[in-house]
Each structure stands twice: as C-alpha cells, then as structure tokens.
C-alpha cells in the first residue's frame, strides 16, 4: 500500500537539512511520575535527595529526556513521513539536567542518507540531534538512523 | 556525606560480573499509554496500523523498551549501589518487536572498569545490557557506562 506522496520519503532528507520544532514545558509533576515508573533513583523522586546528587537538585531521568526527544521528534517529522522506525540509536549524551520548568526545543540535521542494502523500497537517513533548553543550553544530543521509504524503488 | 558501606561500590563490579532480573509484565495499556504521551506512531497505538506495518502488529516503542531497561536496572544493582548517574548511551538495538503479554528479564554483563579521571572518588562501569522475553528472544540490547563511587579515593 503505498504511502500517499504528500508524505516525507527518504529521497526528501538531503544531508545538511535542518528540522527545528518545540517548545516541550517539562513539569515536576511529569520528572516524578516518569521516574517514579521507570527510573526511580531519589534524585529524579525528591528535592532534597537531588541536592546531596552531583545532579545538584531535582531533574528528569536520562530515560525522560530521550522520551521528550522522541515526541519532539515525532512531531518534527516522523508522523509526516514515510518512516518504519528504526534499529536502534547510536549515542545519546546526556550533557546538562533537565530541570523542572524547562522548555526543551529539538533541532535535528540529517548528517547521511544511504540507500537500504536488504530493502529496495527503503533508505536510511542519520540524523544527529540536540534538545536545547531555553538558555539555549544543550541538555542532549542524540545520533541515529531512522528507516524511511523511497518515493521509487532502486534501479534495476 | 559517605555511602552506607554496605552499598554497592565500584570495586565490586569486577568485569565478568552478571546481573539477572525480573520479569516484567508489558500490557497492551502500558504500550499505548507510553506511545500516546511519547511516540504516537501508529504502529504503538493502533492495532490495525500496526498489522501493516513493519513490525507486524502493535508493539512498544524502543523508547518504552529504553525505559523498562531502566526500571530493572534499579531494581538489579543500582538502587543499593552508590551510582552517581551515567554521562549517556553508548548504543542501543531494537532487535523484535515488544508485545502486549510479553514478560522481560534482564541480563547485565560487567565488561570493564575504570577509574574516572577528574574524580578519584569515581569510576566508571562499561556494561552489556540484553532484554529478553518469555521465549528467551533478545528484544534489545544496550551498551553504556555507569559512575559509581569508589570505596576509597584513589591512592596519591
């Protein structure tokens, strides 16, 4: 079934193109419910706890951030292209906290394309990532290859 | 403030060490309630959408997969180690689909240690990480580095 062509397809993501979207406001409320499912270490659960941290006061998760960046990602362009996920990530940083009242901001720049070796209907596009918060300060970045369809299959 | 010696300390993670845990129970309501708040892509919401798509029926998102990672890891060493956080991922790979039923186990592998440079309180710990299911499939695999206190400081 082929994909309507209004869609992003593999042939759209030229190396050096840029996508910016967000502002993502990161609560208190969403850091402890998050943490408090998937990673609850007392400095992502309690305030004081986070002060004795090296995190130095209460922050989400490494595992929220990558979650916010597949949101942020999601609504950059994954849910208007052709896209069939991707086998996994090659490097996350976590690089500053994310603190409650953030506002996280994702700028992605697609840094190769390579046609599929396995799928001719289908080409890789890697992309290196970063959220920023409002001071413009890098919390994460991110390199990974997501699985998008061609707009035609490769020449015979 | 120091550590409870009872605690995990760097020291006792020799490489070799492993670490077996869970199961985790995954529900269909715990894949869509991650997908909606985090990655709406059809295929994690949507079991009709699913079925055509290339995982073959609804699935989690390697995000959620990610962050169930996380929440048996506390519960393998971190929680009663004297982790400090990691400074991010060295790579993740989605290998199979997450299904509605699924129940994970974990699998952490030491492969080596270091002290931290900058901090002669600190070192690091490289593990390999593997989630697996019911039937003994590797769903996803991980690498990265932990920090962790040491004992004692290194010597002078």
Known sequence: MPDPASKLHWEDFAP????EHGDLLVTR??????????DPQPMHLDEEAARQSMLGGLAASGWHGCSMFMRLLAEAFVLRSASMGAPGVDE??????I??????????????????NSRPDTGFVQIAAALRNRS?????TLKSSIMIRRREGAPA
């Not at 050096?16 to 996508?19: A, D, T, Y």
């Not at 409320?29 to 998937?38: P, R």
């Not at 996350?92 to 906290?97: G, I, S, Y």
Request: proline share 7%.
């Open 99 to 116: 603190r409650p009242g953030d506002r996280l901001t994702l700028r992605i720049e697609v840094t190769g394309t390579r046609p599929s």
């Open 92 to 97: 996350v940083k976590w690089l500053a906290p």
């Open 136 to 140: 413009g300060v890098e919390v994460m």
């Open 16 to 19: 050096g193109r840029v996508f």
């Open 29 to 38: 409320e969403d850091i402890v419910a998050f943490a408090s499912e998937f």
